[in-house]
């Protein structure tokens, strides 16, 4: 019988709620980029990816147009993943410092990856009623992974959505006073204790132009899943 994590990843493939999405992810992956010619894109929503078991969460924004759109796995084929799987191997969360696709053995410890929009967004914008579709789907992954205790936010736009999702957990179960916005403000290792008593840590998203301008440099990354181990092991 397929666990939780697989019917939703099955339902995560085959979504097609969003026009302009489903339109712009299957034209890139026929017109493609010169360098990825001659590779078969995914051109699917990007389901999430990892240990059913982690402790430690990590939410992007969306797939990448001839990245995670490209080879099917989060932050994969990307100068985003380029950037981040060598510091999540380091940190002992990846079996591997080099991600290429969904058949290059990677495995993943105590960590799931995903993202707050499951398709690439046309200039990396999703609208908000794209976001409210996927909603639905960050919903069921959160209720799916037991363990988690640590949500790590990479940029502003997932720490956004991680903030709706909780306050829409909260109203559905009637638990608590509403979740007050102002009181959450994005900033690199931003450190929140959410109603749910999961711990919230902010970083900057792993970019291209973060990272190329060293708005977010190696060492600033290092530090995000150094902090969220400690917290996951509190």
Not at 89 to 95: D, E, K, L, P
Not at 165 to 174: C, N, S
Request: hydrophobic share 40%.
């Amino acid at each position: 019988m397929p666990t939780a994590l697989e019917v939703l990843e099955a339902e995560v493939v085959a979504c097609r709620l969003c026009p302009r999405l489903v339109e712009y992810r299957e034209r890139i992956g026929r017109e493609k980029r010169r360098a990825y010619r001659n590779c078969d894109y995914w051109a699917k929503p990007v389901p999430g990816f990892g240990d059913p078991k982690a402790r430690v969460l990590v939410l992007g924004l969306a797939p990448g147009a001839h990245g995670s759109n490209r080879t099917g796995r989060p932050f994969t084929g990307d100068a985003s993943g380029n950037f981040m799987y060598p510091i999540l191997f380091r940190a002992g969360y990846a079996s591997q410092p080099v991600a290429t696709g969904r058949e290059d053995h990677m495995k993943l410890h105590d960590l799931w990856i995903t993202a707050a929009v499951r398709c690439a967004p046309p200039d990396n914008k999703p609208l908000p009623a794209e976001q409210k579709c996927c909603q639905q789907f960050t919903l069921r992954e959160l209720a799916a992974l037991r363990n988690v205790r640590v949500v790590v936010a990479l940029g502003k736009f997932a720490f956004d959505a991680y903030l709706a999702a909780v306050a829409l957990q909260m109203e559905e179960a009637a638990e608590g006073p509403a979740i007050r916005k102002g009181d959450y403000r994005f900033a690199h290792l931003a450190e929140y204790t959410m109603p749910n008593g999961i711990k919230l840590l902010a970083s900057y998203h792993p970019s291209n132009q973060n990272t190329a301008t060293g708005k977010l440099t190696v060492a600033m990354f290092e530090q995000v899943f150094v902090r969220a181990k400690q917290l996951a092991e509190k």
